[in-house]
């Protein structure tokens, strides 16, 4: 399944950095697919996708994709911003449990306060320099 | 059998802006700052500088221009050493830990005089600056830095989920930075010793919402020299010291959030740090005179008050408006001014709190002091208190 994608006439203002290994989630993501690692031997997955099993430690991985569901568990709307966000700010991040039984903490999207415990999607944010996910209500 | 470690000396600067901008005709310099605060601290503890074993220091800040700053002082001070010398890195607990290694040295015999002590200067340096540092501190470099969080937007994410969870309200938190001023309205060392009233705090500017100027950390600029030794030298000296009774240490194995999915304000870290404290001392929270919690904001006072058993799940905030935390209150959290008041020097602040607790234990603090204080708690942390270093003390007279 894909994402909606949102494609965004800027650069990133702190692009991530890629790895040989990272590459694939970055590469994934700008054509709108959200993936991961999962555990061949314990089944786990894991986010960020990582080069060994934090679980078992193991070093046999699958990539799976993620359905790109979750609910917000909190978030804030950050004013005092360092430099490079500056131009950004205020601006909204959060922390989204994905249906898979993950956290992961993001930009979330939208203007009014949005619910706890409320159903989010992912979404990608196709910045001219490459992608980002965020996440925004249902 | 390890030998016991005691606090037997203290000296600390006003918690302020002191760090001058590079083009200032004079600058504030770090070891001329601390080296004072030596000399002060060994007076205070009345013993010969030739006692000292080791030296911990917390690492100063980037911004220091001395470099191995640990190794500097030991030739500036001249101050041979047989024990270690060494600068200690670790966040927010920087100098819990620094105090922790001069403490191992006492507990292994290698020293019976060992300080701890460092200097945290960084005003000079704007927030947003200072910021490009921090934010990569506290979350993954690439999969959270990228969405903008800052240090203190965590705690201000704690904040919405304890006031969804907890029918708590911005209100009751912002309580905790009106009494934490009024503390450190009686504290001659606090930055900032004007009161407040509620309505002022909750009339400032947003920083991360919901919390606003008032009820997050200050820029600051501190350092502090503590003098640890070896119970037998403590009784030498004939003064009043606090003997370390109790000590917990618990790192969850996650950075800021946990990727599967917890009860994020529980502070699982400080739950158990702080359970190990209390056993090793043999003691309850209900033993406890005070505590001086390391609580960058509002929310966090409030959650390891809880995590530490002072107040149940979910009534911290509650607690902390009707006084229970104020002092005369059932236990005084903060008696400094906390880390809103006070200031927060961040590599430095843990060693403040060991100096308001030797004040406290020592009956010394003034019109601050807790009445009969006997027992105190401090804390220290890492990430989103992802890490905890818990203390219990005791007053020896």
């Known amino acids: 399944m894909t994402?909606?994608?949102?494609?965004?006439?800027?650069?990133?203002?702190?692009?991530?950095?890629?790895?040989?290994?990272?590459?694939?989630?970055?590469?994934?993501?700008?054509?709108?697919?959200?993936?991961?690692?999962?555990?061949?031997?314990?089944?786990?997955?894991?986010?960020?996708?990582?080069?060994?099993?934090?679980?078992?430690?193991?070093?046999?991985?699958?990539?799976?994709?993620?359905?790109?569901?979750?609910?917000?568990?909190?978030?804030?709307?950050?004013?005092?911003?360092?430099?490079?966000?500056?131009?950004?700010?205020?601006?909204?991040?959060?922390?989204?449990?994905?249906?898979?039984?993950?956290?992961?903490?993001?930009?979330?999207?939208?203007?009014?306060?949005?619910?706890?415990?409320?159903?989010?999607?992912?979404?990608?944010?196709?910045?001219?320099d490459g992608p980002l996910f965020a996440a925004r209500p249902l | 059998m390890s030998n016991t470690v005691t606090i037997l000396g203290a000296a600390a600067l006003k918690v302020g802006k002191w760090q001058g901008s590079a083009d200032a005709p004079t600058q504030a310099l770090e070891h001329e700052t601390l080296a004072n605060l030596v000399v002060d601290a060994m007076r205070d503890a009345g013993v010969d500088?030739?006692?000292?074993?080791?030296?911990?220091?917390?690492?100063?800040?980037?911004?220091?221009?001395?470099?191995?700053?640990?190794?500097?002082?030991?030739?500036?001070?001249?101050?041979?050493?047989?024990?270690?010398?060494?600068?200690?890195?670790?966040?927010?607990?920087?100098?819990?830990?620094?105090?922790?290694?001069?403490?191992?040295?006492?507990?292994?015999?290698?020293?019976?005089?060992?300080?701890?002590?460092?200097?945290?200067?960084?005003?000079?340096?704007?927030?947003?600056?200072?910021?490009?540092?921090?934010?990569?501190?506290?979350?993954?470099?690439?999969?959270?830095?990228?969405?903008?969080?800052?240090?203190?937007?965590?705690?201000?994410?704690?904040?919405?989920?304890?006031?969804?969870?907890?029918?708590?309200?911005?209100?009751?938190?912002?309580?905790?930075?009106?009494?934490?001023?009024?503390?450190?309205?009686?504290?001659?060392?606090?930055?900032?010793?004007?009161?407040?009233?509620?309505?002022?705090?909750?009339?400032?500017?947003?920083?991360?919402?919901?919390?606003?100027?008032y009820e997050v950390p200050p820029r600051s600029d501190g350092a502090v020299c503590l003098v640890l030794a070896e119970e037998a030298v403590a009784r030498a000296s004939r003064r009043p010291y606090v003997r370390v009774k109790g000590r917990g240490f618990f790192h969850e194995g996650a950075h800021q959030i946990n990727e599967v999915p917890n009860d994020m304000i529980a502070l699982i870290a400080a739950q158990t740090a702080g359970r190990a404290a209390f056993a090793e001392a043999g003691v309850a929270p209900d033993d406890i005179d005070l505590a001086e919690i390391y609580a960058p904001c509002t929310i966090v006072e409030v959650l390891v008050s809880e995590a530490l058993g002072f107040a149940p799940r979910g009534h911290g905030a509650r607690m902390a408006r009707e006084g229970e935390t104020t002092l005369g209150g059932r236990i005084p959290i903060c008696t400094s001014g906390g880390l809103q008041s006070r200031g927060h020097p961040a590599y430095v602040t843990p060693f403040y709190s060991f100096v308001e607790i030797m004040d406290q234990l020592r009956h010394r603090a003034g019109e601050r002091q807790v009445a009969d204080a006997r027992l105190a708690v401090t804390s220290a942390e890492l990430g989103n208190y992802n890490a905890a270093l818990v203390h219990v003390l005791e007053a020896v007279h």
């Open chain 1, 3 to 128: 994402l909606p994608i949102i494609d965004l006439n800027q650069p990133r203002s702190y692009p991530p950095r890629v790895s040989a290994f990272t590459q694939r989630f970055w590469g994934a993501l700008q054509d709108g697919r959200f993936e991961t690692t999962r555990c061949a031997d314990c089944e786990r997955i894991t986010f960020p996708p990582k080069p060994f099993c934090p679980h078992c430690w193991s070093k046999n991985l699958t990539w799976v994709p993620l359905r790109g569901r979750g609910r917000l568990y909190s978030q804030t709307v950050v004013h005092a911003a360092p430099a490079v966000f500056r131009a950004e700010a205020p601006y909204r991040v959060g922390i989204v449990d994905l249906d898979e039984g993950l956290r992961i903490a993001t930009r979330i999207l939208c203007d009014a306060p949005p619910a706890l415990d409320a159903p989010v999607e992912i979404v990608v944010l196709r910045y001219v």
């Open chain 2, 49 to 213: 500088r030739r006692e000292i074993n080791s030296l911990a220091f917390s690492l100063p800040r980037p911004y220091t221009q001395q470099k191995y700053f640990g190794t500097f002082m030991a030739n500036y001070l001249r101050l041979p050493c047989d024990g270690s010398v060494s600068e200690i890195m670790g966040n927010g607990m920087t100098a819990g830990l620094a105090f922790e290694a001069a403490s191992n040295d006492i507990r292994l015999g290698r020293s019976k005089v060992a300080l701890a002590l460092g200097v945290n200067f960084e005003t000079a340096i704007s927030a947003a600056e200072h910021m490009m540092s921090s934010m990569r501190t506290t979350g993954d470099v690439d999969f959270h830095v990228p969405f903008g969080f800052t240090p203190i937007s965590w705690y201000a994410m704690d904040a919405a989920r304890y006031i969804h969870e907890f029918k708590s309200s911005r209100e009751e938190l912002a309580s905790v930075a009106v009494k934490n001023r009024m503390h450190a309205s009686l504290n001659p060392i606090a930055q900032f010793r004007k009161p407040i009233t509620l309505e002022e705090v909750l009339a400032q500017p947003p920083i991360v919402e919901p919390l606003g100027l």
